[in-house]
């Protein structure tokens, strides 16, 4: 894919390229099956799932996929959509107890009548291997796996411009913390900001993570730029796509990342990564 790069003189054609996680995670995945195999015990992850929401029974699915590959073993508890908090709680204090747990996960979004802010930090600090809670010792999995992504194309960070959509505390916040330590510009934009447009194409690297598909669309971009796309919704004639148009997008940035088969498997990769350091941070 080729198109005019921006500022240069009109025979200056670049090639678009494809920012593809898939290829990425298989760079990866030997070198954590080294790790894997330097372990004295079989990790354990625990998923706890409420409800039976499509796109969690996909999220899991894949989770499940990969530790198969890797020799991980999943405890996956699917719980009903009406179950009390408070045994909700109880269940991750069993598992927060369970020494032969290292990793436990609260699959989100939880239903309505449950607090998922007291939920996900009833989880151990050193079990949550997602980085959700508010003493985490882990990256949060997608700020990792968009990291990783990065290093895997050999995209710098220190002191490009970097425009974030999206403020959630999950996504957002720790994706733009782990850009500022790594020494970018970052600015935040929300649904309230003004001139968004402009603080869009003013960036290196555009990141977004708002749940709206296809709201990126070429008036946000410019040319020579790096876009990332955390979005995933399903749409019942498209299947899986982002929160980036990526067909009106693709010819004129630099780098982008498809949906699927983008910053999704790095989050995948990044959660088992965050497990597998929780069990050599044991003391065994």
């Known amino acids: 894919m080729e198109f005019l790069l921006g500022g240069g003189s009109s025979d200056s054609i670049v090639s678009m390229q494809l920012l593809d996680g898939k290829k990425a995670r298989e760079h990866y995945i030997p070198l954590l099956q080294k790790r894997i195999k330097d372990i004295s015990f079989t990790p354990q992850l625990a998923i706890i799932q409420v409800s039976d929401r499509s796109d969690s029974n996909i999220y899991i699915k894949n989770k499940k996929n990969l530790a198969l590959n890797l020799g991980i073993k999943i405890i996956h508890i699917k719980l009903d959509e009406k179950i009390l908090e408070n045994e909700v709680l ?4 069993k ?12 699959q989100l979004p ?8 007291n939920i996900i930090n009833s989880i ?25 992504l990065f290093d895997f194309y050999n ?20 994706i733009a913390q782990m850009c500022k330590k790594e020494g970018a510009i970052v600015a935040v934009c929300h649904s309230k900001t003004e001139n968004i447009t402009e603080k869009t194409r003013d960036a290196n690297i555009l990141i977004v993570a708002i749940g709206k598909p296809k709201f990126i669309d070429e008036k946000y971009v410019k040319s020579d730029q790096i876009v990332i796309d955390v979005g995933i919704t399903r749409d019942i004639e498209e299947g899986l796509v982002g929160d980036v148009d990526f ?18 498997q790095m989050t995948v990769l990044a959660l088992f990564e965050n497990l597998i350091d929780a069990c050599y941070n044991l003391k065994i």
């Open 155 to 174: 995209i710098k960070l220190n002191k490009k411009k970097i425009t974030i959509i999206g403020r959630s505390k999950l996504v957002g916040k720790p």
């Open 124 to 148: 151990s600090p050193e079990k949550d291997i997602d980085g959700l809670t508010l003493n985490t010792k882990f990256m949060p999995a997608t700020a990792r796996g968009i990291k990783e």
């Open 90 to 93: 109880d269940l991750i204090q």
């Open 247 to 264: 067909e009106n997008v693709k010819n004129i940035v630099r780098m982008i990342t498809p949906v699927p088969g983008g910053v999704g």
């Open 95 to 106: 598992y927060n107890n369970d020494k032969t747990i290292q990793g436990i996960i609260v």
């Open 110 to 117: 939880l239903p309505l009548h449950l607090n998922s802010e």
